[in-house]
């Protein structure tokens, strides 16, 4: 039985394709489709997975073209949920794949680091932030029976750079690159300066494969023309990867490099790009996550309040000196601390020390003198 997906049609020759993570509760990526005079372009692929790979074909299908056909392949951030597909879209179809340096620098890491050696930096790196004795163990013992495993191990060297401020070269499109570091150091948002189709019109979900709004608009589609469509103020739509989402606050944690010892404040990062992304005031956003929504700057409006309350919560916890580990468990998560699985309590630690890194920044904590692990304290 041919797979059937849903695909939503969001006028001016912008697609978007829900593509299934595997046992992860966002449920799936938003691949976006981008019609050019030489072929669709895709921003994002999707997850590493047969049931993904099988969704993503699909969906082409439903949007009139196929994997054959896709022309490029543009990526946010290279964390597999986004990247995880891009070497088999290239395989199929032949099509360049472009990421900032940043992140390809990350990509090439990982695929040459030594999982042992990757496993005893992160074993360094909670003990210093004083993981419990129960929490180390296990990692031990994986790097001592000589069976480790890395994640992103078979993640696709990109072909070309995306670079900050410049339009991609997309033949009868205007889509510039915009840097916004943060959730990783080379997170692009990409901004189509093109008018806008109106709210609310050409944009609805079709479903099943091969099916189109119209005939008309499918026989245009297949002959590579966009519909003009009604337009509306506003200054284009972004493709805004993870950086800005409707309702999830995207993971902030360190950045890190066994072989870079500089200290970096994502958290400073991210609050600065949210800044660069609301200045351009996008008519519509397009996120990798849940659903398209507009006012982009009440949403970054939103999200600054929310990092502000959040550190004036943790200074307020620092009062007493912590550790980052116990700095972690005393936070706010989606779940009590006891229900946080194993892997999901060290992204939490990092984010917690990405935190106290910005405070310490701020001028407003620091390191206790000579405690080990390191503690930190309100000022």
């Known amino acids: ?74 990526i946010t951030h290279h964390h597999p949920d986004h990247h995880g597909l891009s070497a088999q879209v290239r395989e199929a179809s032949g099509a360049w794949i472009a990421m900032h340096a940043a992140d390809a620098q990350i990509v090439r890491r990982t695929r040459e680091a030594d999982p042992a050696s990757w496993l005893e930096y992160l074993e360094e790196k909670l003990t210093a932030a004083g993981a419990p004795e129960e929490h180390l163990a296990p990692l031990r013992a994986t790097r001592a029976s000589g069976r480790a495993g890395l994640p992103g191990r078979r993640a696709a060297l990109p072909d070309r750079e995306i670079v900050p401020g410049e339009l991609l070269d997309l033949a009868g499109r205007r889509l510039r690159a915009i840097w916004t570091p943060g959730h990783t150091p080379g997170h692009v948002c990409l901004h189509l300066e093109e008018a806008h189709p109106a709210a609310g019109e050409g944009a609805h979900p079709t479903a099943g494969e091969g099916a189109h709004p119209t005939a008309g608009e499918g026989a245009d589609r297949a002959a590579g023309r966009r519909m003009p469509g009604p337009r509306m103020p506003g200054h284009g739509r972004l493709f ?120 310490v920044k701020l001028g407003r904590a620091e390191a206790v003198p000579g405690s080990d692990p390191v503690m930190y304290q309100a000022i």
Not at 300 to 314: D, F, K, T
């Open 1 to 74: 039985m041919a797979q059937v997906t849903r695909v939503t049609d969001h006028g001016g020759g912008v697609w978007s394709i829900p593509v299934p993570i595997p046992d992860n509760p966002l449920g799936h990526t938003l691949v976006h489709l981008l019609d050019t005079d030489r072929g669709p372009v895709l921003i994002d692929t999707g997850w590493d997975d047969p049931t993904a790979w099988d969704t993503l074909t699909a969906g082409l299908a439903a949007c009139g073209t196929s994997v054959s056909d896709v022309h490029g392949v543009l």
């Open 240 to 359: 805004s990867g993870d950086h800005l989402l409707p309702e999830i606050t995207p993971h902030i944690g360190l950045y890190e490099d066994p072989d870079d010892a500089t200290v970096t404040d994502p958290l400073g990062d991210y609050l600065d790009s949210l800044e660069r992304v609301a200045a351009l005031a996008p008519a519509e956003v397009l996120p990798a996550h849940q659903y398209a929504f507009t006012d982009a700057p009440a949403r970054v409006r939103a999200l600054l309040r929310h990092h502000e309350e959040r550190l004036a919560g943790l200074l307020a916890l620092l009062a007493t000196p912590l550790t980052p580990w116990r700095l972690a468990e005393a936070m706010e998560w989606n779940r009590p601390w006891e229900l946080i699985p194993y892997g999901s309590r060290n992204i939490a630690v990092s984010e917690a020390e990405a935190h106290v890194r910005r405070l």
